[in-house]
């Protein structure tokens, strides 16, 4: 972890995002995170959201192989995440949405 860096020192991804809005700037909003604890990396996370987090898996060219499936929260949240580079920053690129249960065939009684 890097304390007491200066805005300077995360110049990288906050370059990188100026880069995307320009070249971008149609595709879907996400929520945006620059952090000192990685201040190399710019993370894009969708909610609920995965035609948001498609359209930006393809707009950075990250194969569709390349994103990787998890399930958090017992089962209920299915997250997506890849990571690409652009403009000498890690774009972490995460989609969190509802796993939708499958229905119980005959029910309990």
């Known amino acids: 972890m890097s304390e007491n860096l200066t805005l ?4 990288v991804p906050l370059r990188a995002l100026r880069l995307l809005a320009t070249d ?6 996400p929520t945006v995170h ?3 604890i990685y201040p190399e ?5 969708f909610y609920d959201d995965l035609a948001g987090f498609e359209a930006w ?3 950075l060219g990250i194969v569709p192989d390349a994103v ?4 958090h929260n017992d089962g209920r949240t299915g ?8 403009a000498g920053a890690t774009v972490l690129l995460t989609a969190y949405a509802d ?7 005959g029910g309990a009684a």
């Open 57 to 59: 898996r393809e707009a």
């Open 8 to 11: 300077d020192e995360v110049a």
């Open 41 to 45: 990396r710019l993370e894009l996370v």
């Open 99 to 105: 796993v939708v249960a499958p229905v119980p065939v």
């Open 79 to 86: 997250v997506l995440r890849a990571d690409a580079d652009h």
């Open 34 to 36: 620059v952090s000192t």
């Open 68 to 71: 990787i499936y998890r399930v």
């Open 24 to 29: 971008f700037g149609h595709l879907p909003a």
